[in-house]
């Protein structure tokens, strides 16, 4: 009986060591297919990156285009301006409307500030407010605007 037993046990040891390498197999082709599928999402993360990367990088290059051919139609429409027309007149009208405009408006922002300047004496209450209205964000925006414009025309239409 003990043989029987040796036997049985024997042959079933047998075909539980047949069917071990047939489950390890089964285990590593699916840690296989899990690698796989695992290296497919990032390849595929990968592409749509630099896919991402190029179509930003088309945008980039078309708003540089866009910027290089405003400025190029800006530089040439200022030295159209100063193109004389032949009539003394016109060519005259055309030099002066820039002159005057700036001066009228210099007279008018100097009136501002001299009643500005007024009304914060007559209401002499806070020095800090005082100067606060004196001088304001917006009045060295207006500045910086009339410089820029008369001379960085200037150099573009040189240039």
Known sequence: M?????????GGLGAFMR?????????????DREHEYRMTTLQLDIDKARSEQSIDL??????????AGEMRAYIEAIKGQSVMSGVPWVDGLNQSVR????????LLFTVYKIATIWAACLSWTNLD???GKLWTVQDAGVLAMILGFW???RSIRKG
């Not at 088309?58 to 910027?67: D, I, K, R, S």
């Not at 002159?99 to 210099?106: A, D, E, N, R, S």
């Open 19 to 31: 069917v071990v390498p047939e489950i390890l197999k089964i285990f590593t082709a699916k840690q």
């Open 129 to 131: 407010d005082f100067v």
């Open 99 to 106: 002159p005057v405009i700036t001066y009228w408006w210099q």
């Open 58 to 67: 088309v945008h980039a290059q078309g708003a540089v285009t866009q910027a």
């Open 2 to 10: 003990l043989l029987t037993v040796l036997s049985l046990l024997g």
């Open 151 to 153: 001379f960085v025309d």
